[in-house]
């Protein structure tokens, strides 16, 4: 079955810094990909997302390249603030699995000051 | 426009007791998803509904939990009778389509003692 594996954290970066996700998947089509956002006390929220290879999502300065001959969706975002500490779940939707959303574990990220 | 709302925010049940969740999607949106998220993991898929219909409910432990959504809108999840593994958020989602995004609820989360 479809599955998604992203790096565990947590993610401890200082403000400015780099910062990279690492999220890869199995399916057996050609699904969609995700990357939401869980911040503290809230729900989870579309970050990005990218239907087809080599297609990037970006939005709030993150972005993100659907490589499919890796099967991976990292999460990159160039200089991290401290309002970025949060959860970040990559997932996929494949259309041969009903349109399923399936998530990763979730990387937990803090960004100090 | 109103996002996706759940009830209660919170519960704590004894072992064994039955509980009841409440989700009312965004006006219009056809699908609609229960998730359950363990602490630490992401959100994993318990059931999901095409307007009144069931398209998924392979991962949902059909012995204690069912859902219904009698008339395409508001959906009710229930557990009876709970165990301490049900510990867990509890999340609604809901989607115009199931190939569009889905916009989440902020959860309920069960206490299970």
């Known amino acids: 079955g479809d599955s998604v594996t992203q790096m565990e954290g947590p993610v401890t970066l200082s403000e400015e810094a780099f910062l990279t996700i690492n999220c890869t998947y199995t399916a057996t089509g050609y699904p969609s990909l995700f990357w939401y956002v869980q911040y503290p006390g809230e729900g989870l929220q579309l970050l990005l997302k990218?239907?087809?290879?080599?297609d990037k999502g970006s939005n709030k300065g993150f972005e993100a390249t659907y490589r499919k001959e890796t099967t991976s969706f990292h999460l990159e975002k160039g200089s991290v603030q401290v309002s970025d500490s949060a959860v970040y779940f990559c997932a996929l939707r494949e259309g041969a699995a009903g349109n399923k959303l399936t998530f990763g574990g979730g990387t937990r990220v803090l960004v100090k000051p | 426009e109103a996002g996706v709302a759940q009830s209660p925010r919170y519960k704590i049940i004894e072992k064994r007791q039955s509980v009841a969740f409440w989700c009312n999607p965004i006006s219009g949106h056809a699908t609609l998803y229960w998730y359950q998220q363990i602490l630490g993991q992401g959100p994993k898929l318990l059931i999901q509904f095409q307007n009144n219909g069931v398209v998924d409910d392979s991962q949902l432990p059909k012995d204690r939990f069912s859902a219904e959504r009698l008339k395409g809108v508001d959906s009710t999840l229930k557990i009876q009778p709970a165990k301490l593994e049900d510990s867990a958020v509890y999340l609604c989602?809901?989607?115009?389509?199931?190939?569009?995004?889905?916009?989440f609820g902020q959860g309920t989360r069960l206490t299970v003692v």
């Open positions: 989602a809901s989607s115009s389509d199931s190939n569009t995004e889905a916009f």
């Open positions: 990218a239907t087809k290879a080599d």
